[in-house]
């Protein structure tokens, strides 16, 4: 299974277009030390021409261009891409939907109260029905084949599993949470769990995770109260549905003792100091072996 | 007056994430022979302080990254964009609203018919009211200033005139038609007029245009069947609301004999041939005194 991050940053990208912040203004200044990245995404292919995309950031066509195997190959319109799962209904995980109008039919994966929300919140149903349309897929429960737009297999199997998180600010009416994602490559055996967004570290996730090869986990803060000690912002990150990574109940210590061969960070908010290359927090995660993920970071499992 | 061309390409941007005609092919292969462009706007100041932004494409967070004068100066959050004038509801031209949320309430100056559509269609406004909010003005028909945030003048005049077009595909029931603006520097008496998006050239519209200092025009296509032509499309440039350059009845004929110091045509589709570098087309636009803009091309007037 190849895997290649699309885009690292939690939603605004890093630097943020209106964010003077002490890491925006690195990233800007010295991107050396502070590498600017995009919206968060990723694609997946077992048998490396078809390809499944992991969210839906507006900075995905940009991200597109910059991998070469999404690219139109020998057609005059055309993509690699055979589908899009969604997490969550959260504008920086899904308005990259509308930005892929212009080609054939979206086949898009997601659970019901995702698209209900973006369906009833953002009328993406409706819009893209004006423009290429869509075919939505509910992603199963259990391990089942990742199909393709003709319904062929590829190589992939996966499954959806419900994370504990808010509602799309959009739309609070609905369910809330969103999912994580398990892909495993049906040669290989290798697997991939996909969880960008997770509000609190339950028995489930952990059962989820732990047997994984690779996971690509919710970094978005690395303290409770970062933006409001940063005076850019009041909300909390429990309120903003997402697990701190520092501190005593942060993701790091549960996935310091996991044997997982690759825990990367993704979906880091601007706000948060492992972006700087050098930081003491930068360096508490590299010290258990986990890593903060970069746009263009590549695996093969 | 200083004017800055923030992106100069029409929706889905030069080259597009699922397109391999030959202009899109020769950007990958060779951006030196077709430049690369993102998705049509631009940034108007008369103080160089406070900036006002035609359009907003879904690529604005990228463009303000690149243009210095509109980040945030010395503050924690903060924008030097004191509005933002619509010309259409279409998807390319408004989307990027929804990526201005992490700010302060948005001033957004757009005809009715185009705050219809994008309410309608996109729920922009009940969207952003759950970030930032948006405070919508009514662009006058006659020249009146063009107020800050804080309603105190800036510099500039300004007024939108009705233009011929379509309306957008996800929202066919409206008036349709977009407008173009009229800017005009208080000091200086240079007027800017931005007209991405033509269908017709009627008398109106030469009497709109004749006098100005600048025009940035709707340079989609440069071919009625240019779509069909490169097989990458069934719609002709009429149907999709926009008049093409080329051909005696195109808009080249239309301004080669206007005494319009800068002719710059934006909004430049991936399939027209103006792209190339070393086209016979684009040669025939330089030969009247005309150009194609470019990303981040800046004007004083």
Do not use: K
């Not at 706000?271 to 590549?298: C, F, K, Q, Y």
Request: charged share 20%; net charge negative.
């Amino acid at each position: 299974m190849r895997i290649r991050l699309l885009g690292t940053a939690a939603g605004g990208g890093f630097p943020q277009w209106n964010c003077g912040c002490v890491n925006c203004c690195l990233a800007r200044a010295e991107p050396a030390r502070a590498w600017p990245r995009s919206q968060c995404g990723a694609a997946v292919s077992a048998d490396g021409r078809r390809w499944f995309l992991l969210n839906a950031s507006p900075d995905l066509p940009a991200q597109i261009q910059a991998f070469p195997p999404l690219l139109p190959d020998g057609v005059r319109r055309g993509t690699a891409v055979e589908g899009i799962l969604l997490t969550s209904a959260d504008l920086d995980c899904t308005l990259g939907l509308l930005l892929l109008r212009e080609g054939e039919r979206l086949t898009v994966h997601a659970p019901a109260a995702v698209r209900q929300a973006v369906n009833v919140g953002l009328r993406i149903d409706r819009v893209l029905a004006c423009y290429c349309g869509v075919e939505w897929r509910l992603p199963p429960a259990e391990p089942a084949p990742l199909l393709d737009r003709r319904s062929e297999p590829t190589g992939i199997r996966y499954a959806a599993f419900p994370v504990p998180g808010q509602p799309p600010r959009y739309h609070t009416a609905g369910e809330g949470g969103g999912v994580g994602y398990r892909l495993e490559d049906e040669g290989s055996g290798a697997r991939l769990v996909f969880l960008p967004g997770v509000a609190e570290w339950t028995e489930s996730i952990q059962a989820q995770v732990q047997d994984c090869d690779a996971l690509l986990l919710d970094g978005t803060f690395w303290a409770e109260d970062e933006m409001q000690r940063l005076d850019v912002g009041s909300r909390t990150a429990s309120a903003m549905g997402h697990l701190p990574v520092g501190g005593p109940h942060g993701s790091l210590m549960r996935i310091a003792a996991l044997r997982i061969p690759h825990r990367i960070y993704v979906h880091v908010n601007n706000t948060n100091p492992l972006l700087i290359e050098d930081s003491a927090e930068r360096r508490a995660v590299e010290a258990v072996g986990a890593m903060v993920g970069w746009d263009g970071l590549e695996l093969s499992l």
